[in-house]
């Protein structure tokens, strides 16, 4: 069986994605006179953890054969970036009557230095992951320090050009919402679940109506995007003047 896996969106598309990986392994299977009988892959799931879908159909598939199989992969990163989690999951496949295949190493080797070099291989692939993260974390810190919120956006906003911009057609009933909340039209949170402004708010992806609680409602009142503040203490950032323009006036946000 061949197994093939990428940790992105884009990777699926670009770079060594799964067809590459698939068509590498099936040149190896050919060469090897191997016969594939199936294929699994985890499209855009990362190697931090094997709770992945087509790895768990993999290992269902590997319990219901009564011989040995080959399970071909593209290298080790493919199969685990993970320490702990790639030697719990060999010892598994072994139990299935399972035998490990990298195009690259040699994981099932007795041998000592090709032991230590299996280690070595597991734990660069665990470093890496690691190391790309916090990179990416920092990079994400900086990026949200500068004012520019990299997060899914609020409800009434979206993304254009990286900048959050209001969308208009919810952002319209978010602002009417405000200003009656200002007024004293509505005196709790539970109150503007029924308003009319609330029950027009959209789902711009499923075009479908928000499913409104207590929660969504003090979040939208209580979000400082909507005046142009970005506000995240968790990074130790605290009401710093976003890059983008807010649609609801400070007076208004705090009234």
Same mark, same amino acid.
Request: proline content about 3%; some cysteine.
């Given at each position: ?49 094997? &709770?992945?879908?087509?790895?768990? #159909?993999? +290992?269902?598939? %590997? !319990? ?8 071909? @992969? *593209? ?29 690259? &190493?040699?994981?099932?080797?007795? #041998?000592? +230095?090709?032991? %230590? !070099? ?8 665990? @470093? *890496? ?60 949170y539970e109150s503007i679940i029924d308003s009319p402004e609330a029950r027009q708010l959209i789902n711009l992806k499923t075009n479908q109506p928000y499913s409104i609680k ?30 983008h323009q807010g649609f609801i006036k400070k007076d208004l946000f705090l009234a």
């Amino acid at each position: 069986v061949i197994y093939t896996r990428v940790s992105s969106q884009k990777q699926v598309i670009h770079g060594n994605g799964l067809d590459s990986q698939h068509a590498a392994c099936l040149a190896y299977a050919k060469e090897n006179n191997i016969t594939v009988i199936q294929s699994f892959q985890d499209a855009a799931f990362s190697g931090k953890t094997s &709770d992945r879908p087509g790895l768990a #159909d993999l +290992i269902k598939f %590997l !319990k219901k054969r009564r011989e040995e199989t080959i399970v071909i @992969f *593209d290298d080790i990163s493919r199969l685990s970036r993970n320490v702990e989690d790639y030697y719990m999951l060999k010892i598994q496949i072994h139990k299935c009557g399972g035998k490990l295949i990298s195009l690259k &190493d040699d994981l099932e080797s007795e #041998d000592p +230095i090709n032991q %230590l !070099k299996e280690n070595m291989l597991i734990a660069f692939a665990d @470093f *890496d992951r690691k190391n790309n993260a916090q990179r990416v974390n920092s990079r994400m810190r900086a990026r949200l320090a500068k004012g520019f919120w990299i997060f899914t956006p609020p409800v009434g906003m979206i993304f254009k050009d990286k900048i959050l911009y209001p969308d208009i057609v919810n952002s319209t009933l978010i602002e009417k919402i405000f200003e009656d909340y200002a007024l004293g039209k509505y005196l709790t949170y539970e109150s503007i679940i029924d308003s009319p402004e609330a029950r027009q708010l959209i789902n711009l992806k499923t075009n479908q109506p928000y499913s409104i609680k207590h929660n969504f409602i003090k979040l939208m009142l209580t979000n400082k995007l909507y005046m142009g503040v970005i506000d995240y203490p968790k990074w130790g950032i605290k009401n710093i003047t976003a890059s983008h323009q807010g649609f609801i006036k400070k007076d208004l946000f705090l009234a």
